[in-house]
């Protein structure tokens, strides 16, 4: 194993779980040269698969709820300009109101609370 400063080059994931532990490679507080570094609360990686499927399906989640948040927006938008007949207006709203549905499914299927698919952007504030 190659381990330049912190930087860690390896083709086994044994060394790398190692790295991710606590003092997998230099003593805490050290960097690999031995040099003082600043101290920062331990973190861990759950590399857990179920974990990673739960976390890939919120973030496509929440990006597919928040395109269709902005495809009701659009559709409000010109539905009050009038640029759509009655006839297009109900199959747009029924088209919403199915994909409302499946993306309420699919967040059930992946066990996420509505607030789940509400990601806090500091100090931008929440997304949806």
């Not at 031995?34 to 990006?63: E, S």
């Amino acid at each position: 194993m190659n381990v330049p400063g912190d930087r860690v080059e390896s083709n086994s994931l044994k060394d790398f779980a190692n790295v991710m532990k606590v003092g997998g490679v230099s003593p805490p507080g050290t960097s690999a040269d031995g040099l003082k570094k600043p101290c920062f609360p331990a973190t861990r990686i759950n590399l857990d698969q179920n974990n990673v499927k739960n976390g890939l399906g919120r973030l496509v989640l929440t990006l597919v709820k928040l395109i269709h948040e902005l495809l009701e927006r659009q559709a409000i938008s010109r539905i009050d300009a009038g640029y759509l007949s009655e006839a297009e207006i109900e199959r747009l709203g029924v088209t919403l109101m199915m994909q409302a549905q499946e993306i309420d499914r699919l967040r059930r299927e992946f066990l996420l609370d509505e607030e789940d698919l509400n990601l806090d952007l500091g100090p931008l504030g929440k997304l949806l």
